[in-house]
């Protein structure tokens, strides 16, 4: 069951957190697996990818913090807190650093060279339900309690920046859930306790300084059922707002500039909504309810008319008749005038060696892309029935595993067999205990607290017995289901499904 995703940078791969403690990464190009990697023996609950693709940070409900190698599916180090955590977020620019937000503790800024934490300020000791977030590049780290207070602290030396107070119109406070930050531009949302989303601009905050009061560009709220919101973020271009509902599979997407409510997207009735996630650069959104990953996108209608004026769609083939000189190569009894603008433009030579950046993947104070980010992975194929050892080691070198404990292992069965010349296995990754002063160790991730009977409950207490991350046990891949309506396509599974429908659309 899959109760958490996130998408690189580049929008190409989709990494998903399951409940058996597996990660599953998604090709978002050719909608299959490209990797399992068998992270924790409890529950995932965040996820974030660094900025070059290559590392991705994960977090249990055991209080584990791991970071992997995407490539390899190898742990590299470990942390272990005092009690849950609720979110992780890579530093948008700094792969050295990730801010951690345990639950009744001020937020973490961990520094994974070196092992080493920094607690960061708070507004009130006495009121320790914090979240935080980096901004768009990481200078400043935007933190929010429990009584509305929003502080701004610089990255680097932990100072006070800015600060101000989420009012409710009087002077009543509102508890902060979250704050996410838009890819582009300056602006960010604050999801509160009242059911209001306020987007503020970030230049604003840091002119009104200590104490300001800066006001919210946009309230974003459901007049009607007053929905209160599980989760919020921006779309890739920073233009629209998405939002779902924390009592329904609903998904309610906002014009930032104007604050109209374009679309609502209505999933599956009676289900509620885990998570969700724009796609950085396309107009698609990602949802997870009952432990499916369900994907909204519109659908594409072909226009030729609008690259040809001249095209016509033909009902049946119709025979052609040709000119004399139409297909040779060079006209013999064509006389040449003079070339003159655009046609003495045609003779010029034309650089076909150089690659053009791809804007969308560039940041404003960026010329060229990244081109050490790894934006797909390698996938084996799938041989049913090999013959037995033909390319491979000695069965003498290939049948040696190295016993392991279940759960500690820095990936799956492969990973910790030894190497093809009969290497010794991989080293295990290092653990660090964070210790951080007054915080309560028998706290329970929310995740585990989730009203319902026993049996679901049971369900999201970790792997099952026996189950060693082989990617057979897993069944994310797609099964096909005929649909009720005209080109509506679902494929679905246990812990994964891919869904589209024309009766999805919105606006990008």
């Not at 005929?482 to 659309?505: E, F, H, I, M, V």
């Amino acid at each position: 069951m899959a109760l958490t995703c996130t998408f690189n940078r580049w929008g190409t791969l989709l990494a998903v957190g399951c409940n058996d403690g597996r990660i599953v990464i998604w090709d978002f190009l050719t909608r299959g697996i490209a990797k399992i990697i068998s992270a924790h023996i409890h529950p995932v609950c965040s996820l974030c990818w660094s900025r070059d693709g290559h590392k991705l940070v994960s977090a249990s409900t055991d209080n584990i913090v791991s970071q992997w190698d995407v490539l390899t599916g190898d742990c590299d180090q470990r942390f272990r807190f005092p009690s849950p955590i609720l979110k992780l977020q890579y530093h948008p620019r700094d792969l050295d650093k990730v801010l951690v937000c345990p639950m009744k503790s001020a937020p973490v800024l961990l520094t994974l060279s070196d092992s080493k934490h920094v607690v960061l300020p708070v507004d009130d000791d006495s009121d320790l339900n914090v979240v935080a977030a980096f901004d768009r590049r990481g200078e400043f780290i935007y933190t929010g309690n429990a009584k509305g207070k929003i502080l701004v602290l610089n990255t680097n030396t932990q100072e006070l920046v800015a600060s101000f107070r989420v009012t409710t119109g009087t002077s009543n406070t509102t508890a902060i859930k979250s704050i996410e930050f838009a890819r582009k531009g300056s602006c960010f949302l604050i999801n509160t306790a009242d059911r209001i989303i306020r987007v503020y601009d970030g230049r604003e905050i840091l002119t009104c300084g200590k104490d300001g009061e800066p006001e919210p560009l946009q309230k974003l709220q459901d007049l009607v059922n007053r929905t209160p919101w599980k989760r919020c973020c921006f779309s890739g271009d920073g233009e629209y707002i998405v939002a779902g509902s924390a009592r329904q599979h609903a998904l309610y997407i906002w014009e930032k500039s104007i604050g109209n409510l374009v679309k609502i997207l209505h999933g599956t009735r009676g289900e509620l909504l885990l998570d969700v996630a724009w796609h950085p650069v396309r107009p698609i959104i990602t949802s997870i309810s009952s432990g499916v990953v369900s994907i909204w996108a519109q659908n594409q209608v072909e226009n030729w008319s609008a690259f040809a004026p001249d095209f016509k769609e033909l009902d049946e083939n119709v025979e052609y008749e040709e000119r004399e000189s139409e297909f040779d190569i060079e006209d013999e009894d064509k006389s040449e005038p003079e070339q003159t603008g655009g046609d003495a433009a045609e003779d010029e030579e034309v650089d076909v060696t150089t690659v053009d950046p791809i804007i969308a993947f560039c940041s404003s104070d960026e010329e060229l892309e990244d081109y050490k980010a790894l934006l797909y992975l390698p996938i084996a194929p799938e041989v049913e029935d090999p013959e037995e050892n033909p390319f491979g080691p000695p069965p003498e070198a290939s049948g040696q595993v190295t016993p392991t404990e279940e759960g500690l292992g820095t990936g799956d069965k492969k990973q910790r067999q030894p190497s093809a010349d009969g290497g010794p296995a991989k080293k295990k990754a290092r653990t660090t205990t964070i210790e951080l002063q007054g915080v309560p160790s028998d706290e329970v991730h929310p995740l585990l607290g989730v009203k319902g009977d026993g049996k679901s409950k049971k369900k999201t207490a970790g792997r099952p017995k026996g189950s060693k991350g082989k990617e057979k046990d897993f069944s994310f891949r797609p099964k096909a289901y005929r649909a009720a309506d005209r080109g509506a396509t679902l494929y679905k599974g246990r812990a994964g499904a891919y869904k589209q429908s024309p009766k999805n659309l919105m606006c990008s």
